[in-house]
């Protein structure tokens, strides 16, 4: 019975359920974001926003269109809502890089700078 609570209390587990919960949450609100961007696609073409009903050489390819429709929108929504503010925090929050060469000083080169800082001092 430990090994279970230990299971269930471990950290991941806790992340993952929220991350779980937050995920469906954000999805509710991209799909209803989707519908009203479709219904205005609607208003502008003068139809329905359901393409469902398009017909190429008999072929019905609007059940398609729309949910390729649908995917760009969403697809917008989490990578200008989610992705790009994420990459700038991160990039505002990430620590300098030490260039690595000069990270590599040799023991000659540190001697010889001590050598002229001490002619310098001693002029």
Do not use: C, H
């Amino acid at each position: 019975m430990a090994g279970f609570k230990d299971f269930l209390m471990r950290g991941n587990l806790v992340d993952v359920a929220v991350a779980f919960i937050i995920g469906a949450a954000f999805g509710t609100v991209t799909t209803s974001f989707t519908k009203l961007v479709m219904d205005v696609i609607g208003k502008v073409i003068g139809g329905q926003p359901d393409f469902s009903a398009v017909n190429v050489a008999g072929v019905n390819i609007g059940v398609f269109i729309t949910a390729l429709i649908s995917f760009v929108i969403t697809a917008a929504v989490v990578y200008f809502g989610v992705v790009k503010p994420y990459e700038g925090l991160r990039k505002r929050l990430q620590k300098p890089v030490i260039d690595e060469a000069e990270a590599t000083v040799t023991s000659e080169e540190l001697l010889a700078e001590i050598r002229d800082l001490l002619k310098a001092q001693s002029k």
